[in-house]
C-alpha cells in the first residue's frame, strides 16, 4: 500500500522487482505481503550466544549486507515451508524458526554477522555462506572478504571453516534457488 501511494501506481511493478533484484526486498505470504529490512529502525540487544562468525573486519561490512542477506533467508523460509513460516526481525537480528527444520539466529555486532542454530550447523552456515557470495558477487562486484569461523564443539574454540566447506556444498544444492533471484 505505502508504494502504491508513493508512486501512484505509476511503475510500480518495476520498482518492486527492482526492489527484490537488488535484494532490498523480499516477498513472503500469498497476499503480497514484502518486507524490507532497511526501513527496520528497532535494534536488538542479542546475546553472544552463536556457533559461527562471519567475520570482516579484515575489509568491512558495508551498510545493507545484513539486510541483503535477511532478504534472502526471508525468500529461502518462503519457499521452503509454504505454511508455518515464522521469523522475527529486528534492524540488526533476524530469527528464522523453520530454516530447514531448524531455529536459525542472524545478528548483525562489530563488522560481523553472527550465526547461533542447533541441530546441523554446517549445512546452515554453507547455505547462509552461498547467500553471502552470491550478495558479495551481484552487488560489491566480488571484493568484498570475509573469514568464516565455526565452533568446534570438542575444544569450544572457534576455527576456520574453509577446510569443511567444500565437503558441505557438494551435498547441498542451492544454486536453483539463487540463480532464480
Known sequence: D???Y?????????FIDLM?????????????IFLIPSLLQDDYASDDTFNCIFNFSETFLPHGMFQRLVC????YVSRESVTNASFIIRKNFAQFERFRGQSVELSEQNQMITLNTSGNTSD????IQSMLSKTNN??????????????????????????????????????SFLNCL
Open 6 to 14: 508513493l508512486w501512484n501506481h505509476d511503475q510500480l511493478d518495476f
Open 124 to 127: 546452515i552456515i554453507a547455505i
Open 138 to 175: 551481484n552487488v560489491m562486484n566480488g571484493r568484498l572478504k570475509w573469514r568464516t569461523l565455526a565452533l568446534d564443539e570438542s575444544t569450544g574454540r572457534f576455527e576456520l571453516w574453509q577446510e569443511k566447506l567444500q565437503a558441505v556444498n557438494n551435498n547441498l544444492n542451492l544454486d
Open 20 to 32: 527484490k533484484r537488488t535484494m532490498l526486498m523480499s516477498e513472503y505470504g500469498a497476499n503480497d
Open 72 to 75: 534472502l533467508c526471508v525468500e
Open 2 to 4: 505505502l508504494l502504491e
